[in-house]
């Protein structure tokens, strides 16, 4: 006797072609959700530990080492000491050598804004927002040598070789924007800082978390198709590619290099739309032009006012960190950045109007726009000055033991100073920090615990901030 099946009440509802195609399509739907999903990195896991105040951070990094006595840091003993030894020290040796008596800055320093911050007149612009910012006036360096300081402020090591910290955001948090990079640099319009790529590195992270290197006037090379490439043909290219690119995922999967290199020319393709819509300015209205001096006769500083409004173009899309560098290596101390050894006055005058006006404009315009409740603005340099002059110069050399940064927007106090350096300026004496407690404040700020944010190398689990730092809560609201 032959067996009958016998379906079941589901089985039966199958054969009404009816329910066979609403069950298909909403089963491609649910296929296509999770793609989408995926893709934004929403099935990943969300890497935050606690909720986050900032959504994505612009650090504004001025190379060369600003002098924090002749910028943000007033020191009336200094003024009214001018021209005497320092107290206590018989022969003052720093990094180039001999130093001379105080000196008083050249600028003169003025209260500012609704809270009085004394802010030195070379930056007159940001000392025009200075109710907006919240001062660190005790940051310490390991290093008084510029390469060393510069990766030091990247990354947390004053070797190369270790992931910025851009692209540790990077890998916790990802892009808001699946069209733009997580993490972009900005180099100065005169050209990269001395480290260059080692600012923006991925370390040992996977390659797809290194920093894309973007400038207002430097658009990315090579997106265009080329003509005698059709649509059709290019887009049939794309298709074969991806799933080659597949075939080898499935094939080597815990090749990391492979996996950054795909994701790479991935968002390449998407960049030839993304980018040349995120880098085209004309449309800013002639105000916002004119508050970031796009049209000054300077065309470094108008240069660098349009590698600002990107920076604000690029967090209003979704890019997460953003670093914009102020300065560029050369030859010769100070010609290009803020390394004032021998003629500090000249030099100062020359770079201080590039920064004030584009940067001071930058932070009003993410005020108006509504941004500054979820953008963080982090101004920084790799170590502070001496309060004296280098011996025979009219020039401070290096000081690790005591500068200035400054926060600004989500997050962090407003119109507030926390910390400070001796009366002359020279060494950090109060709430004395060190990078690290820098670097975890920006974390903590996007919703990350920087002891967890690891990621495992060599057999030991690294993070941007090693063994070191505590998150500075005395300036978050």
């Known amino acids: 006797m032959a067996a009958h099946s016998v379906l079941t009440p589901v089985g039966l509802g199958l054969l009404d072609r009816r329910r066979f195609l609403a069950g298909l399509a909403d089963g491609l739907a649910a296929i296509a959700l999770v793609d989408l999903l995926g893709a934004s990195g929403a099935l990943a896991g969300d890497r935050r530990h606690h909720r986050a105040r900032a959504r994505s951070v612009i650090q504004v990094f001025c190379t060369g080492a600003v002098s924090h006595v002749d910028t943000f840091d007033h020191k009336p003993e200094l003024e009214r000491r001018h021209g005497e030894p320092m107290p206590g020290v018989d022969k003052l040796i720093t990094f180039q050598g001999e130093n001379g008596a105080l000196t008083r800055s050249p600028w003169k320093f003025r209260p500012r804004g609704e809270s009085g911050k004394m802010t030195s007149d070379l930056l007159p612009e940001i000392g025009g927002v200075v109710d907006r910012l919240c001062f660190l006036h005790s940051l310490t360096s390991r290093t008084n040598t510029h390469g060393p300081g510069e990766v030091f402020l990247s990354t ?185 050894h021998r003629r500090i006055k000249s030099d100062y005058d020359r770079h201080g109007p590039i920064l004030d006006q584009p940067l001071a404009g930058l932070i009003r315009d993410l005020e108006a726009r509504g941004l500054l409740d979820d953008v963080l603005v982090v101004w920084t340099t790799e170590f502070g000055r001496m309060p004296t002059f280098q011996k025979g110069t009219e020039g401070r050399d290096h000081n690790p033991s005591g500068y200035t940064a400054w926060l600004c927007g989500a997050g962090v106090k407003r119109a507030f100073s926390f910390g400070a350096t001796d009366e002359f300026g020279h060494r950090a004496v109060e709430e004395v920090l060190e990078v690290y407690d820098l670097h975890a404040t920006i974390l903590h700020l996007l919703g990350i615990d920087h002891t967890r944010l690891t990621y495992r190398f060599n057999g030991i689990e690294r993070r941007l901030t090693d063994v070191h730092g505590h998150v500075i809560e005395a300036v978050l609201t």
Request: charged share 25%; aromatic share 8%; glycine share 10%.
């Open 156 to 340: 947390g090591s004053t070797r190369e070789g270790f992931p910025s910290i851009g692209a540790w955001v990077s890998y916790g948090l990802g892009s808001e924007n699946a069209d733009l990079p997580a993490y972009v640099a900005i180099p100065d319009p005169r050209g990269v800082p001395q480290q260059g790529p080692a600012n923006w590195s991925s370390g040992f992270l996977p390659g797809q978390f290194q920093g894309t290197p973007l400038g207002a006037d430097r658009p990315l090379p090579h997106l265009a198709r080329p003509a005698k490439v059709s649509a059709d043909a290019d887009k049939a290219a794309r298709e074969l590619l991806a799933r080659l690119n597949d075939e080898h995922r499935k094939k080597y999967p815990d090749d990391s290099d492979l996996a950054a290199r795909m994701e790479s020319y991935e968002l390449a393709a998407r960049l030839q739309l993304a980018a040349p819509e995120v880098t085209d300015l004309n449309g800013e209205t002639r105000s916002t032009r004119a508050l970031y001096g796009l049209d000054d006769a300077n065309p470094i500083k108008a240069g660098f006012g349009r590698n600002c409004m990107l920076a604000r173009r690029l967090v209003e899309r979704g890019v997460r960190y953003v670093t914009l560098f102020n300065g560029a290596f050369a030859m010769g101390e100070g010609n290009l950045n803020w390394d004032g």
